[in-house]
């Protein structure tokens, strides 16, 4: 998985302001369907509810990577944002989020769409990778932070699968 191909500089927003983990939920669907025309904000809004309903998506340290399955989905789509006040996401570490990756995947999942959410994990869980997006100052540089840091944690993550 390349992230470049999986998010658009256009889906990645810094210095977001958000009331909640339902605004920001709100702003990610938006971020969201901007590239998909066919599939309504509304829809991805109420399947992401849906998904948060099963359990938190927190990955802790302010990180959150809501994510949901939309039927008519061709391929895997992405979106970033960065808060300027984190809110709180009933994370299991008690930290507010600050960090939020979105994903919408197709309604049937490949080995491929499978792989591509277990690396992200890996990806967002990176303390250098956070601390890097935390000190992006507009959404470019959000987005090379992002890009940049894919690397270092898939790896890792690769040597020790190997090892």
């Given at each position: 998985m390349n992230l470049d191909e999986l998010i658009k500089p256009d889906n990645i927003l810094c210095n977001v302001s958000a009331r909640s983990k339902k605004h920001c939920l709100e702003i990610l669907s938006e971020l969201l369907t901007r590239f998909n025309p066919d599939i309504a904000s509304e829809e991805v809004f109420a399947k992401l509810i849906e998904r948060e309903r099963l359990g938190c998506t927190c990955l802790d340290k302010g990180v959150a990577f809501p994510h949901c399955r939309?039927?008519?989905l061709r391929k895997s789509?992405?979106?970033?944002?960065r808060l300027t006040e984190p809110v709180d996401f009933d994370s299991s570490d008690g930290h507010s989020v600050d960090l939020i990756f979105g994903l919408m995947v197709p309604e049937e999942l490949t080995a491929e769409d499978i792989a591509d959410?277990?690396?992200l994990t890996t990806l967002l869980r990176d303390d250098a990778l956070c601390a890097r997006l935390r000190s992006a100052s507009s959404s470019l540089n959000l987005s090379e932070a992002l890009l940049a840091g894919q690397l270092e944690p898939v790896t890792k993550l690769k040597s020790a699968q190997q090892g």
């Open positions: 939309i039927s008519g789509c992405a979106a970033l944002m959410i277990e690396m």
